[in-house]
């Protein structure tokens, strides 16, 4: 992150990463939500946080960027360690606990770099010490304050570090959250869910959600499953490689309920080109990545679109858009 921020101070040094990392394909291309995305492939929120580095991973290549969580006031999250690398499953687990420097902070950070290269969400949550049955105040404060520089809202409620956050995933509360946020902004709005929910617990809920108003589903955030690796850490959620199946699992199920009715974000697991064409297939407009690029390096964004390119003219697929739900 030093070296991103450091990047974005020599202006001729940022268009040459820019030449290097980004591939400019028309088929590549969607318009969602009456925003251009480049490509299908983002970075999922959690590795900027505060919204530091936008210019920069913009210029990495990627389609679109998720900053936060961001919580209403600053907070330092977990105590260290809280980021632990399981190099063999190319996986990672993180407690992190929404550590960020809050909303003022990610609120001057945008508008410096408004409007950005590429749509740029921004994920919310409540802060630890707001107890659940005022937690919509949070999300309501978050949206209202951060409404004039966000290309889409997404409501975090499945992260496994703040205690209690997962109990807010009931039907009835997904739908009061949904209210609160969509009466502050006109902006999309999204929810991400858990991938330990049973199939049929996510589809009622994803159903529950797209009825409230919500014009979109990220599946799926980390997993407390700790059986898929050999020696967890003892809190945390997973990510990575170990994730891969259950994501995958989860849009296919939520697909076959909301597919058409909004927009469907996949991420865990994501790799090679092969996972992302999958997912397209699958039922999603989008993808995005975070662990594989931390394994991978800044020049994987580059390699899946130029090889999703490659599986879309194998298959006489005309573009990007045309691949969506096709195994649906």
Same mark, same amino acid.
């Not at 502050?184 to 159903?207: G, I």
């Not at 407009?285 to 975070?290: A, E, G």
């Given at each position: ?128 010490? &707001?107890?659940?049955? %005022?937690?919509?105040?949070?999300? $309501?404060?978050?949206?209202?304050? =951060? #409404?004039?520089? @966000? /290309? ?82 003892? &809190?945390?959620?997973? %990510?990575?490689?170990?994730?891969? $199946?259950?994501?995958?699992?989860? =849009? #296919?199920?939520? @697909? /076959? ?72």
């Amino acid at each position: 992150m030093s070296g991103l921020q450091s990047l974005q101070q020599l202006p001729q040094a940022l268009r040459r990463f820019e030449r290097q990392h980004c591939v400019i394909d028309r088929r590549l291309e969607q318009e969602i939500w009456g925003q251009r995305f480049p490509n299908p492939i983002g970075l999922a929120a959690g590795f900027d946080k505060d919204a530091v580095a936008v210019p920069a991973l913009a210029a990495m290549g990627f389609g679109f960027l998720e900053v936060g969580t961001v919580t209403p006031k600053p907070q330092s999250g977990n105590p260290r360690p809280r980021l632990f690398r399981h190099r063999e499953l190319h996986s990672l687990q993180n407690a992190m606990g929404f550590n960020n420097a809050g909303m003022e902070s990610l609120s001057r950070r945008l508008a410096q770099n408004w409007p950005p290269p590429v749509p740029v969400g921004i994920n919310v949550g409540k802060n630890r010490q &707001t107890e659940l049955m %005022s937690a919509g105040e949070d999300y $309501r404060t978050l949206v209202r304050r =951060l #409404k004039e520089h @966000a /290309s889409y809202f997404v409501i975090n409620i499945s992260s496994p570090n703040t205690p209690g956050l997962r109990d807010l995933q009931q039907g009835e509360t997904v739908a009061g959250l949904l209210d609160i946020c969509l009466e502050e902004t006109e902006a999309p709005v999204l929810v991400k869910l858990s991938p330990d929910m049973e199939d049929d617990e996510a589809v009622a809920l994803a159903r529950a959600a797209v009825e409230a108003g919500a014009a979109g589903l990220i599946l799926t955030n980390t997993t407390v499953n700790y059986s898929l690796v050999p020696e967890p850490q003892a &809190t945390g959620g997973l %990510s990575g490689r170990v994730l891969r $199946r259950r994501s995958f699992e989860l =849009l #296919k199920a939520v @697909a /076959s309920e909301v597919y058409g009715r909004c927009i469907l974000v996949s991420v865990g697991g994501i790799e090679s080109a092969s996972d992302v064409y999958a997912r397209l297939r699958a039922g999603a407009h989008l993808t995005q990545i975070y662990t594989s690029l931390i394994y991978g390096g800044s020049l994987l964004v580059r390699r899946l679109n130029e090889e999703l390119l490659d599986l879309l003219e194998g298959d006489g697929v005309r573009n990007v858009a045309s691949a969506v739900g096709l195994d649906v």
